[in-house]
């Protein structure tokens, strides 16, 4: 009998390990691809408030890292990628902190930095992907599932519910009506299923699951990393209003700088004279 801790995914790179000092997560980088695992597979993933800092910091290394092109988030072992949010740790009002006994819902901020990560961020789910572990998913840009994936939410059942990303977000994957079902009755959907709804973008056997999704991270990384940034934050903007909108504007900011044209605002400045932008053509 496998434990939860066991994996037979086969790994498909040769991991860097970059774990320092994270309890509940691993840390590993390759090839231009930083690969995030939830590494509490006795919980069956679930986070707790720790493990949502840990993943943010990665997060933020992954994104500040020049040589990182594309983010897989994934969970330790063949029975989970992620269980939501740790019951046992839950207060009332969030998820109590070990270290200062605050109580957190700091997965929101996590969802909030997935979407406004500049590279692709990939979910590459084993097992369940379940409650706010669905919602995880969900957020990433793309989701690579095993055979063995289960998807679901259980909000409802648990006293809980993401009324964010978690809802509006899934209406515009799956669509309003199947949303709401996979709310309101809290069933589980296989991998199949979770393909024919447009919640997972392929469905590999388990034992293939990092080797397809790291060809999926080649293949982007072969790709302009400035058309990725623009088409993430172009898709975004559609459905995150005014933040969706800050995102897109401030990387067309960000090229606008990198012209000769914005910079010359800013010489101009610098050199205390009126900035010449007569040389600059009018674009039809
Ligand atoms: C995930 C399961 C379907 C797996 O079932 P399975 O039969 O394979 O395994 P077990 O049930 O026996 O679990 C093994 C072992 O793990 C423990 N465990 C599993 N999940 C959790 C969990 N989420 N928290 C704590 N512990 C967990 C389980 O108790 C077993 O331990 P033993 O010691 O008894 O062996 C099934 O486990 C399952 O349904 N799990 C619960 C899923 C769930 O309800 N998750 C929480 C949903 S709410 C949520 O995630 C959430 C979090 C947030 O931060 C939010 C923030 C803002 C808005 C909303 C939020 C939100 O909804």
Partial sequence: MTTAAESSIQPAADWQDHSGDYQDILYHKAEGIAKITINRPEV???????????????LADARFDADIGVVILTGQGDLAFCS?????????????????????????????????????????VAGYAIGGGHVLHLICDLTI???????????????????????SYMASVVGQKKAREIWFLCRQYDAAQALDMGLVNT???????????????????????????????????GVDGQAGIQELA??????????????????????KRKPDFTRFRRQP
């Fill in 84 to 124: 939501g949010g740790d019951q046992r740790v839950r207060g009332d009002s969030g998820y109590k902190d070990d270290d200062t006994g605050m109580h957190h819902l700091n997965v929101l901020d996590l969802q909030r930095q997935i979407r406004s990560c500049p590279k692709p961020v990939i979910a590459m």
């Fill in 44 to 58: 069956r993933n679930a986070f707790r408030p720790r493990t949502v800092m840990e993943m943010q910091r990665a």
């Fill in 250 to 271: 401030g990387n067309a900011t960000m090229l606008f700088y990198m012209t000769e044209e914005g910079q010359e605002g800013r010489n101009a400045y610098l050199e």
């Fill in 145 to 167: 599932a095993a055979e063995n994936a289960r998807f679901g939410q259980t909000g409802p059942k648990v006293g809980s519910f993401d009324g964010g990303f978690g809802a």
């Fill in 203 to 237: 469905v590999v056997p388990l034992e293939r699951l990092e080797q397809e999704t790291v060809e999926w991270c080649r293949l982007i990384l072969e790709h302009s990393p400035v058309a990725l940034r623009m088409l993430k934050s172009a898709f975004n903007a």
